[in-house]
């Protein structure tokens, strides 16, 4: 809708410009005016081209976002701290990386979030690497 406002509006100016030029009898002005006017319709089209460019993209990293959260969901819904680490392993497969001495982690990546697997199944977490936000499952 802020295409078609700016569109309208850069149009009236450049009809009041035609409309001023004309009066004065002066179609250099006129010319000048008109293809500053023309100039800055298409550097507005452009410039929204571009805006429309941005917020695709963001859809889409919001799009590949939520999907990898459905997907990590989708494991966290079958996981328990009554399972054993075998059991773990049967539904997640072989971690993406592991680490700790003392407290081991298991760690599964899904985009920005990583499920970590505490201590052989002792304990889970969720881990947002945007926000550093850790949220614990059990």
Do not use: H, W
């Amino acid at each position: 809708m802020s295409k078609r406002v700016m569109a309208i509006l850069l149009m009236s100016a450049l009809t009041l410009a035609i409309a001023c030029g004309c009066k004065n009898n002066d179609t250099e002005s006129t010319s000048s005016t008109a293809s500053k006017v023309e100039s800055s319709v298409s550097s507005s089209t452009e410039s929204s081209k571009q805006n429309d460019s941005k917020t695709e993209n963001s859809k889409q990293s919001e799009s590949s976002t939520d999907k990898d959260y459905e997907e990590m969901m989708s494991y966290v819904n079958k996981l328990s701290p009554e399972l054993t680490e075998e059991q773990v392993y049967e539904i997640l497969g072989e971690p993406d990386e592991r680490y700790g001495s003392g407290i081991n982690r298991d760690c599964y990546n899904f985009g920005k979030y990583t499920l970590r697997i505490i201590n052989f199944n002792a304990g889970a977490e969720i881990y947002n690497s945007e926000t550093k936000e850790i949220t614990t499952i059990y």
